[in-house]
């Protein structure tokens, strides 16, 4: 499946986030989408909306990133929200459901709840190398298989082989 990574927008008021993904959002924007919502995170925002209904796929990568991410949003706001998924695709759905992570999300259909002027999340010069893409990769399906054990079966092999990847990738015994 080859393709344009998906565009990261992201528009901000106060604590909410909304972040539209609008074509793949797949391995190659994972990093990207890992780093502005930890950033975020960690400056105070507690309120996420992805909007979907321009994503044209998810891949498992960008899904247990969303997964990992989701769970420490639910801890930073005491159990107590849900990460929102505006307006997934029946297909998104489908992955969601098929790895046993609806518990995940809150999700919603309708229009965009913040009408603001939105900003391109662009990657930082350098960030995206070759040993950052297999570290998130390789978090990624750990999240989903920590999420489900049903999951380990499906990712094992890949877990393994990001695992070993990531070891020669930089130079670590």
């Known amino acids: ?81 849900k990460m929102t998924l505006r307006n997934p695709s029946p297909r998104i759905l489908d992955l969601i459901s098929s790895l046993g992570m609806e518990e995940y999300f809150t999700v919603t259909e309708g229009p965009v709840p913040l009408a603001m002027p939105s900003r391109e999340v662009a990657s930082p010069e350098g960030e995206n190398d070759k040993a950052e893409a297999t570290r998130v990769a390789l978090e990624a399906h750990e999240a989903l298989m920590e999420a489900n054990p049903d999951n380990v079966p499906r990712f094992k092999d890949v877990t393994r082989f990001l695992a070993e990847d990531l070891k020669r990738l930089t130079g670590a015994a």
């Open 1 to 81: 499946m080859s393709g344009p990574t998906a565009k990261l927008l992201v528009v901000m008021d106060g604590q909410r986030v909304v972040i539209r993904a609008c074509g793949r959002a797949s391995f190659t924007c994972s990093a990207d989408f890992r780093r502005l919502v930890y950033h975020l995170l960690d400056r105070g925002c507690r309120d996420y909306t992805l909007e979907l209904s321009e994503c044209t796929i998810m891949d498992s990568t960008f899904l247990g990133i969303l997964v990992r991410f989701a769970g420490k949003l639910d801890e930073a706001n005491g159990g107590h929200h």
